[in-house]
């Protein structure tokens, strides 16, 4: 069996879960907020589970869920938090894990419309500076159009730690693999290359669209003799239409089984993935099952 390397689930879904303060439009930074002890709780829950990687719980620390104001008053400082938290986390585990900083779509998941360039790489940078004293590598996730990847690939360029793009794919199994933008997977990873990135991940899709998708980079990857390190972190979310409305209503679970995420995991794995973990409503019992996989393959 190639190397695969197990990373944690989807926290925000997980704090709802187990208790925690949880509602549009803050998302996981109510807990952050109201209860971080919750949020350490969740941590430990994955990396007992066996993560090898757990993410920050930074993903709503943005203007998009606290609001222009409420991120300009606490944005960073609820970052640097989220990272503290992970970190110690870890430091009270017995596990060797990884920290994987977050950076997530400013104006919203899916919403590549509403993408502002130079605002959303200085909100982004604010995002990194925060989090960076904690982290041992980066996960810009849920990216959702080729200009967003451009603007990550050139904060990139500022850090020595390991940094990838995560890109968030439509959820339409009757049409080519194509970001939420209605732009080719075949251009984002071209674009990938050209910038010398060294992977990617395909997260917070369902999982039945990205088998396709990991197919394309072998291909590209394949005709320009090039390698790329792949990894998913797919949701459990019934599939998500253009045009969603991301702080408009909670999006509905479709509570796969850990033996259902298993078989979709396998076939990514097969196609080349070499890094799985889960997005919104893949819980700590996914994981577990991933890693007794690895144990027993």
């Not at 197990?6 to 303060?21: F, Q």
């Not at 709780?41 to 920050?56: K, N, P």
């Not at 944005?75 to 060797?96: D, P, Q, Y």
């Not at 967003?148 to 995560?166: G, R, V």
Request: proline share 4%; charged share 20%.
């Amino acid at each position: 069996m190639k190397a695969v390397t197990i990373l944690d689930g989807g926290m925000g879904r997980e704090l709802e879960r187990i208790g925690a303060p949880f509602s549009q439009p803050l998302w996981s930074a109510q807990a952050l907020i109201e209860s971080p002890q919750l949020v350490k709780l969740a941590h430990h829950a994955f990396i007992d589970a066996g993560s090898e990687i757990i993410t920050v719980n930074s993903y709503a620390c943005v203007p998009f869920h606290l609001g222009d104001e409420g991120y300009a008053q606490q944005g960073a400082a609820l970052a640097n938090k989220a990272a503290k938290l992970a970190r110690e986390a870890v430091s009270e585990s017995t596990h060797n894990v990884l920290v994987a900083g977050s950076l997530p779509p400013v104006f919203g998941s899916y919403r590549p419309e509403l993408f502002q360039y130079e605002r959303a790489k200085a909100i982004t940078s604010e995002l990194m500076q925060a989090q960076d004293e904690y982290v041992d590598l980066w996960l810009a996730e849920t990216v959702a159009s080729v200009a967003e990847a451009k603007m990550y690939l050139e904060l990139f360029n500022a850090t020595q730690k390991t940094a990838y793009l995560c890109f968030t794919l439509q959820d339409e199994l009757d049409q080519p693999a194509l970001l939420r933008s209605g732009e080719t997977v075949e251009e984002a990873v071209e674009q990938l290359l050209e910038a010398g990135g060294k992977g990617l991940f395909f997260n917070c899709s369902i999982p039945e669209v990205i088998a396709q998708a990991i197919e394309v980079v072998n291909s590209i990857t394949k005709r320009n003799n090039k390698s790329l390190e792949i990894g998913v972190f797919a949701n459990s979310f019934t599939p998500i239409k253009s045009g969603h409305q991301a702080n408009e209503a909670i999006q509905t679970v479709r509570h796969f089984s850990p033996e259902e995420y298993l078989d979709f995991a396998k076939r990514w794995h097969e196609l080349g993935a070499t890094i799985i973990g889960g997005c919104c409503g893949i819980e700590p019992r996914h994981i577990a099952l991933l890693s007794t996989w690895k144990q027993e393959s």
